[in-house]
């Protein structure tokens, strides 16, 4: 299953969404025996949250989800990490592709706010950027701290219907992100309807 998976992410690069479209159907069956095979979190439920988005709305995991089929959250380092907002970038430019399939994408730090802010000014992330202060919300996804630095570690989640976490992944290397191919494909078998 490894050996499938890693040539089907060396076809699909991140930025190859038209290879995407190609092998999605292919794909899309092998993540979804992945994800059921006990790659996904075995705790079950995504634990609810409520943050600061740097608009001055609230954002909550229970409200995004009673509009959207899907959220993706994304834990990075935090404003100093240039690693952290390369990835945020590349985020963005993938951010249509998730509103088409109904889903919504968060990326949570433990900066402040005007921390974030200048994130998000960096970034141009047009998706909530969050701010977990007292690193609550990182703790309760157990990723506070993973590397000893008293920050979130990098991670990403997909959580479902009813917070179902359907796939997550803590911690990485540079240059080894998780495939947003991999999570476009996960959100297709979940039978999200694809909006204009």
Do not use: H
């Not at 993706?72 to 509103?99: M, N, T």
């Amino acid at each position: 299953m490894t050996d499938i998976l890693t040539r089907v992410t060396f076809l699909m690069s991140v930025r190859g969404f038209k290879a995407f479209l190609l092998l999605g159907a292919a794909a899309g069956i092998i993540i979804a025996v992945t994800a059921c095979a006990g790659e996904a979190s075995q705790e079950g439920l995504a634990p609810e949250f409520a943050l600061s988005a740097t608009d001055g709305t609230t954002i909550r995991l229970t409200r995004v989800l009673a509009e959207r089929d899907a959220i993706i959250i994304v834990f990075y380092k935090g404003f100093s990490c240039v690693i952290c907002l390369d990835w945020l970038v590349e985020l963005q430019e993938a951010y249509p592709f998730f509103r088409q399939r109904n889903a919504e994408l968060v990326a949570i730090s433990t900066d402040d706010i005007p921390q974030t802010v200048r994130t998000v000014g960096v970034t141009l992330a047009r998706y909530p950027v969050l701010a977990d202060r007292e690193g609550e919300v990182s703790k309760s996804y157990k990723v506070y701290d993973v590397d000893g630095d008293g920050r979130a570690a990098l991670a990403m989640f997909v959580i479902g219907p009813g917070r179902e976490i359907l796939w997550q992944q803590v911690g990485w290397e540079p240059g080894e992100e998780p495939s947003l191919d991999e999570v476009l494909v996960l959100l297709d078998t979940m039978s999200v309807p694809i909006t204009e």
